[in-house]
């Protein structure tokens, strides 16, 4: 779950439309992991960040009528972070039981950018043979499998890797962790911004000049999604 959160921030920080969608399981293990109890009635950007953002948006996983579980509606991808081999194997067999898979199903259908961001381990045959058949639709696959060139010194430092590449994937802007090759003196020229992390506070450093993705919806189990529109001042959507 920090790794939805950082993105969610990321996105939100720079100007990003963000919908996002929670599913109980999601809720769940954000109370494990984060030590944030919300239901789907008190879920807020305040909740989750200490600060009312006008730019995130939540959805109920039932609310099947949301704008972005129609092809009609433009916006340019998706997000599931992270995503339970439950939700995989419902996407990938094209059961559209809540918001999350409906929404997955329009990128789908409409090829636009879908991104699955899977944390399991280890993956049965069932798992690899689902996540080979969404990659053969256009899906792509992150595992949450953060790099260690960039010589972490903290989880923040993980979690701005993981989040990097997911956006990388998403095609969005953004400089959030050193990249190969890269001089690090250069890349932390940033401001730190606290994050909770399971109770505690962790430094986490933003790189600035970044873009984030939001997304509309949160799988059955741990898995987070969000459909992601860019600002006004950068054209486009997402």
């Given at each position: 779950m920090p790794y939805a959160l950082r993105v969610i921030d990321f996105l939100s920080d720079q100007g990003y439309q963000v919908h996002v969608v929670f599913s109980e399981a999601a809720l769940r293990v954000l109370h494990e992991e984060m030590e944030i109890k919300c239901s789907q009635s008190t879920l807020s950007a305040k909740n989750l960040?200490?600060?009312?953002?006008?730019?995130?948006?939540?959805?109920?996983?039932?609310?099947?009528?949301?704008?972005?579980?129609?092809?009609?509606?433009?916006?340019?991808?998706?997000?599931?972070?992270?995503?339970?081999?439950?939700?995989?194997?419902?996407?990938?067999?094209?059961?559209?039981?809540?918001?999350?898979?409906?929404?997955?199903?329009?990128?789908?259908?409409?090829?636009?950018?879908?991104?699955?961001?899977?944390?399991?381990?280890?993956?049965?045959?069932?798992?690899?043979?689902?996540?080979?058949?969404?990659?053969?639709?256009?899906v792509k696959m992150v595992p949450a499998m953060p790099g260690f060139y960039h010589k972490p010194v903290s989880l923040s430092d993980l979690i701005d890797m993981m989040a990097m590449k997911i956006l990388d994937t998403m095609g969005v802007s953004n400089e959030m962790s050193q990249r190969w090759g890269t001089d690090p003196k250069v890349e932390n020229q940033n401001e730190s911004k606290e994050l909770p992390l399971a109770g505690a506070i962790a430094k986490t450093t933003r790189q600035g000049g970044g873009s984030v993705l939001s997304f509309p919806s949160l799988p059955l189990t741990p898995s987070v999604s969000k459909p992601f529109s860019k600002p006004a001042n950068k054209g486009g959507g997402l």
């Amino acid at each position: 779950m920090p790794y939805a959160l950082r993105v969610i921030d990321f996105l939100s920080d720079q100007g990003y439309q963000v919908h996002v969608v929670f599913s109980e399981a999601a809720l769940r293990v954000l109370h494990e992991e984060m030590e944030i109890k919300c239901s789907q009635s008190t879920l807020s950007a305040k909740n989750l960040f200490h600060s009312d953002r006008d730019n995130i948006t939540f959805y109920n996983p039932k609310d099947i009528g949301a704008w972005f579980a129609s092809g009609s509606a433009l916006f340019e991808g998706m997000v599931i972070l992270p995503c339970s081999m439950a939700t995989l194997g419902m996407i990938a067999n094209g059961c559209g039981h809540n918001l999350i898979h409906r929404a997955a199903d329009v990128c789908i259908k409409e090829s636009r950018k879908l991104v699955i961001v899977p944390r399991e381990t280890p993956l049965s045959s069932i798992h690899l043979e689902n996540m080979l058949r969404l990659t053969n639709l256009g899906v792509k696959m992150v595992p949450a499998m953060p790099g260690f060139y960039h010589k972490p010194v903290s989880l923040s430092d993980l979690i701005d890797m993981m989040a990097m590449k997911i956006l990388d994937t998403m095609g969005v802007s953004n400089e959030m962790s050193q990249r190969w090759g890269t001089d690090p003196k250069v890349e932390n020229q940033n401001e730190s911004k606290e994050l909770p992390l399971a109770g505690a506070i962790a430094k986490t450093t933003r790189q600035g000049g970044g873009s984030v993705l939001s997304f509309p919806s949160l799988p059955l189990t741990p898995s987070v999604s969000k459909p992601f529109s860019k600002p006004a001042n950068k054209g486009g959507g997402l």
